[in-house]
């Protein structure tokens, strides 16, 4: 999810200000005649509620939860950005997650994160083996690796963390009577193979671009009185 493929999205969303009373406001964007690609942002004394097609999210953290919100536009800015989204701090203030119909998540297993591990680890693996190991030897080991790990990560999380863990390599099971070594994922914990959703991505910009356009609004109407 791109800051570019956000604002496409909602290119031609208006602001509707359904409430406007202190730190009570609900407001809500969406193209005139439809409600494809809509949401509505709720506040209240410490929190904030995004909904829409994207699902719901509640985020706590200051009284005035615009502001909280308001807080990374300078550093976008200064960054050549047009909105503001800090992922990993905003996430940090769910306080809850609905809509996705399945388990409710600002995070999810990416094959890709795993994938490019494993491979990375069995490069490792065939360049340290090159005085050890035969060129046939290798070969092994490096098809092992794709037909026992890499060929199940399409098959989701678990079959994918399964196939990790429960593989190991050796010389002997090839028939050779070589001694203890054997080729395992002992580190692979060590890393992450999370992202965060596409969802809860397009609404951290959704808060970005939503506030702004509130402000926005909001000025514009104050000039004119």
Known sequence: MTEDEFLSDVSEHVVEVL?????????????PGTMCSHFDLLTWPGYLCYTGDMGTYVFCRIPDMFQFFRTDREYAERHGR????????????????????????????SPAKFRRVIEQIRRQWIRDARDTLSKKQRRSLWEAVG???????????HDAYAAARDFSWSLSGL????GERKWQFDDLWDHSFTEY??????????LAWGIEQYELAKASTEAVA
């Open 19 to 31: 409430r406007d009373d202190g730190l009570y406001r609900h407001i809500r964007f969406r193209r």
């Open 82 to 109: 047009r909105l503001a989204v800090n992922l990993s701090y905003w996430s940090e203030k769910l306080q809850a997650v609905d809509g996705a119909r399945r388990e409710a998540s600002a995070i999810e297993f």
């Open 147 to 157: 037909d026992e790990v890499l060929g199940q990560i399409e098959d989701g999380e």
């Open 175 to 178: 028939g050779y009577r070589d």
């Open 197 to 206: 959703t596409h969802r809860f991505q397009w609404c951290c910009y959704a």
